[in-house]
């Protein structure tokens, strides 16, 4: 089944102290990106990634960074959370040769 | 900047009650207009692109227009699993809030 998978899908953690939220897709997908979806806001894009080693930032990066060393992670990292972190997080991807975009299930992430 | 703005932010129907859905866009240059659908506790699940003014896109019950300003989303006698709420984006990145729709029996 193609799919987009996120881990944890909840989590509560404390300011300063560093996480990773993984993602994955089976579907060898090019593209992949991360939004955070805050009430009344929609979806921003924090970071995206076109390919492996390469990412760019997208509207709302700062406090984040991410990596892509293979073509089916895209994991997100929080060096040092703070509480305006606190938020739903998706990880998307889709292909080159389509406009399809798969999300993933979501992370709630509680940062106190 | 792009700009996506979704009305109404919340749509009650009745059952077989039709209505629609709109999104306002201020872009330079669309390159694609997406809907998608979430449903509670869940990531977006892709409907709908659009590319150009006049181009309109069914499935089910839905039906996606778009004008060089705006696109509408249609909900033909809804029925209650309908609801969800409606998210649109222009060129992949940029989404409104969302419009969440309630159908009751």
């Known amino acids: 089944e193609a799919q987009v998978t996120q881990n944890p899908r909840y989590l509560i953690t404390v300011t300063g102290k560093k996480l990773t939220v993984t993602c994955s897709q089976n579907?060898?997908?090019?593209?992949m990106s991360w939004y955070r979806q805050d009430p009344g806001l929609g979806l921003r894009q924090i970071y995206y990634?076109?390919?492996?080693?390469?990412?760019d930032k997208g509207d709302v990066p700062e406090g984040y960074k991410v990596s892509r060393k293979e073509k089916r992670n895209f994991p997100l990292i929080l060096e040092s959370p703070s509480p305006n972190q606190t938020s739903l997080y998706f990880c998307?991807?889709?292909?080159?040769?389509?406009?399809?975009?798969?999300f993933g299930p979501g992370t709630r992430l509680t940062v106190l | 900047e792009d700009q996506v703005t979704q009305s109404p932010e919340a749509l009650r129907l009745q059952e077989g009650e039709s209505s629609s859905l709109n999104c306002s866009y201020t872009?330079?240059?669309?390159?694609?207009l997406f809907w998608y659908r979430q449903d509670p506790g869940k990531g977006p699940e892709f409907l709908f692109t659009?590319?150009?003014a006049g181009e309109e896109k069914e499935k089910e019950r839905l039906k996606a227009t778009l004008t060089k300003k705006e696109s509408f989303l249609h909900i033909t006698a809804p029925k209650p699993e309908d609801s969800a709420t409606y998210l649109c984006?222009?060129?992949?990145?940029?989404f409104g809030a969302g419009t969440t729709v309630t159908v009751r029996a």
């Open positions: 659009l590319y150009s």
């Open positions: 998307a991807s889709r292909g080159t040769s389509t406009d399809t975009q798969y």
């Open positions: 990634s076109m390919n492996v080693e390469v990412t």
């Open positions: 872009v330079s240059g669309l390159r694609g």
């Open positions: 984006a222009v060129d992949k990145l940029s």
């Open positions: 579907m060898n997908h090019e593209y």
